[in-house]
């Protein structure tokens, strides 16, 4: 029986910075090692695998695309690779891959397949703000998107809300960068104003941004947060 190759989930920088100012060297020679990818985007996964290991020759990348547009039927054959003994790469746009990244539906294929997964160290922009916010690390929730409407967004913010203070639970959550600042404003608008906010933006990059204060302290306070990507935490006792 022919040796089954592994499935490396493959963190990637969080924005333009060097790789190896931010990832493991082992990251690097993984890379080196591995021919076959599921990636978010190819072009932006080249160019991140041939930045971190100019060398490698790019025809011989074997590069399945997994987004929103891919039929399931065909994803459900991109470890077939493992089966052959190649080992191969899950690499997502930013950051971790799986992690608020449609990659966890591979990674739920190779356990189903008896893949061995090998997580690698990387930048996790929600494990980081976490981190940094001074909030409640021991008890939190990461929500993903809230909902786009307006009227439904402020209702789904006092939810949070209260399920923070109920449960001594900081709620984690992210928006599309160029929605950032409206996203802002209803927090301001809708949050009562002892609750602690945490605004985490562009973590890693020489811009970091990461505050935490009470909403009364944020609207003294003028802050651009248009099209940086951004982690909003609230934490209400």
Same mark, same amino acid.
């Given at each position: ?13 969080? *924005? ?9 060297i082992s990251v690097k020679k993984v890379i080196e090692k591995v021919d076959h990818y599921i990636v978010e985007n190819e072009k932006s996964a080249r160019r991140f695998i041939k ?32 089966? #052959? *003994? ?11 891959? +799986? ?12 356990? %189903? %397949?008896?893949? #061995? ?32 409407? %307006?009227?439904?967004? #402020?209702?789904? /913010? %006092? ?5 923070? &203070?109920? #449960? ?23 949050? &009562? +104003? ?5 605004? +985490?933006?562009? /973590? ?25 990507? +951004? ?7």
């Amino acid at each position: 029986m022919s040796r089954v190759g592994k499935l490396y989930l493959i963190p990637t920088t969080l *924005g333009d910075n060097e790789p190896l100012e931010v990832l493991p060297i082992s990251v690097k020679k993984v890379i080196e090692k591995v021919d076959h990818y599921i990636v978010e985007n190819e072009k932006s996964a080249r160019r991140f695998i041939k930045k971190i290991s100019p060398r490698k020759s790019q025809p011989s990348l074997h590069i399945d695309v997994l987004d929103k547009f891919t039929d399931e039927f065909e994803s459900a054959h991109y470890l077939d690779a493992c089966s #052959k *003994g190649y080992n191969v790469g899950l690499v997502s746009e930013a950051g971790v891959p +799986a992690i608020a990244d449609p990659g966890a539906l591979i990674v739920q294929l190779a356990h %189903k %397949k008896g893949i #061995k997964v090998v997580p690698m160290v990387g930048p996790s922009s929600i494990t980081m703000a976490m981190m940094s916010s001074g909030l409640n690390g021991q008890n939190f929730a990461f929500n993903g998107y809230l909902p786009i409407d %307006k009227a439904e967004r #402020k209702r789904y /913010i %006092k939810q949070l809300e209260k399920l923070s &203070s109920d #449960k001594d639970q900081s709620q984690l959550f992210i928006e599309t960068p160029y929605r950032n600042e409206k996203m802002f404003t209803d927090l301001l608008q809708t949050l &009562s +104003a002892n609750t602690q906010l945490c605004i +985490a933006a562009d /973590i890693t990059l020489s811009t970091e941004y990461i505050k935490t204060q009470s909403v009364q302290d944020w609207k003294k306070e003028k802050v651009s947060l248009h099209k940086r990507p +951004a982690i909003f935490i609230l934490h209400k006792k």
